[in-house]
């Protein structure tokens, strides 16, 4: 016999979630084309490079589909086996996962009990709250220095006897900045060996500044260092969510236990393998896309002019009040763009000619 409904409906959910905001990813272009009646829009609001899949990548993808009724290999030994060539570091150091925001995800599940602390720069990946909620963990949220960019001191100050793991974006999205190796040198002295620090360099590829460190040639060996990397930018795998974390064993052992089972799947292993493939062809892409990206941020700082330096594959524009305004702007001239509502707004760098209708879309904004 059921029970008399109520007359308010019972909770199914967390109630702390409803406080939380959503992850908003890039709008659809082709929706966008329809809206406005183009033919096409520009999509410069995700991150994505645009010069298409990787040579090779294609073929190993359509090649793995005709395996799909098959689970793909949980242990992902071949590709671990090949990032672990390719970066110097032993296989039993690495796990993978459904991009590194997933391994974000999963590093968090494996060190936060409900109450732990998880501390980051604030604004930072728009992800990090969201895992951390997730999770039963509480954030900490450091505001941004002047420039933008990560105030590691005052980091190290608020990390407590509660701090568990603290995310280091470098360089940092959405603001383009980056840390450089005497900063996080002092920075990791500082922080205590039980706590893990999480270095996310999801856009290393991009970095051209000598002084920023790759963390896994400097700082993966250190005990409490996890390397974050994604095969999603520069890599040109966005569409099949692969990334991969360098760690020490017991570390990269405990999250591939609490990764979701077969979530690197079987496509994206065969098309990371290829892509791994084509180291040149990658270093020639992000060789594009930095000299696009000096150009826009030289453009951009005659209408904005405290525009930080970027090493990622995007530039920050610091609108503060104005970033929706512009934002909407673009759009109506079929740029999309990525907007934070009171700090700024984030533009991805394209191909030259849709960084010219962003320019163009800007200077009429502005």
Not at 292 to 317: C, G, H, I, Y
Not at 325 to 342: L, Q, S, T, Y
Request: overall charge negative.
């Amino acid at each position: 016999m059921t029970s008399p409904r109520s007359a308010e409906p019972q909770r199914l959910t967390r109630a702390d979630l409803e406080a939380l905001p959503n992850y908003v990813p890039g709008r659809s272009p082709a929706d966008l084309a329809r809206e406005l009646g183009l033919p096409e829009a520009i999509k410069l609001a995700s991150n994505e490079v645009p010069y298409g899949p990787l040579p090779g990548v294609v073929g190993a993808v359509t090649d793995a589909v005709a395996s799909a009724h098959r689970y793909p290999d949980m242990g992902v030994v071949a590709l671990r086996a090949a990032l672990a060539e390719r970066y110097g570091v032993a296989p039993d150091r690495i796990a993978t996962g459904c991009g590194s925001v997933a391994l974000c995800e999963h590093l968090v599940r494996a060190t936060c009990l409900p109450g732990d602390e998880v501390l980051y720069s604030w604004r930072s990946f728009e992800a990090y709250p969201i895992i951390a909620a997730t999770s039963g963990a509480t954030s900490v949220r450091v505001p941004n220095d002047a420039g933008h960019g990560h105030d590691l001191a005052a980091m190290a100050a608020a990390v407590t006897d509660r701090t568990r793991i603290v995310l280091v974006c470098n360089p940092n999205n959405p603001t383009g900045t980056s840390l450089r190796r005497a900063q996080l040198d002092r920075f990791l002295d500082a922080v205590g060996d039980d706590v893990l620090v999480v270095l996310d360099e999801a856009y290393r590829e991009f970095v051209t500044d000598a002084e920023v460190p790759d963390g896994i040639e400097e700082y993966a060996d250190r005990p409490n260092v996890v390397v974050l990397r994604t095969l999603s930018k520069a890599w040109g795998l966005a569409g099949l969510r692969i990334g991969f974390m360098v760690g020490q064993p017991a570390v990269a052992a405990a999250v591939r236990k609490v990764v979701t089972p077969f979530s690197t799947n079987l496509v994206a292993q065969a098309a990371a393998l290829a892509a791994l493939g084509q180291e040149d062809e990658v270093r020639r892409r992000c060789a594009l896309v930095v000299a696009e990206r000096d150009r826009v941020t030289e453009a951009m700082r005659k209408l904005v002019p405290d525009v930080p330096d970027s090493q990622a594959n995007f530039v920050w524009l610091p609108l503060r009040d104005r970033a929706a305004a512009f934002g909407a702007a673009c759009e109506a001239r079929g740029v999309i763009v990525r907007p934070f509502p009171g700090d700024g707004v984030r533009v991805t760098i394209g191909t030259p000619a849709e960084n010219d209708a962003f320019l163009a879309a800007a200077e009429a904004a502005l």
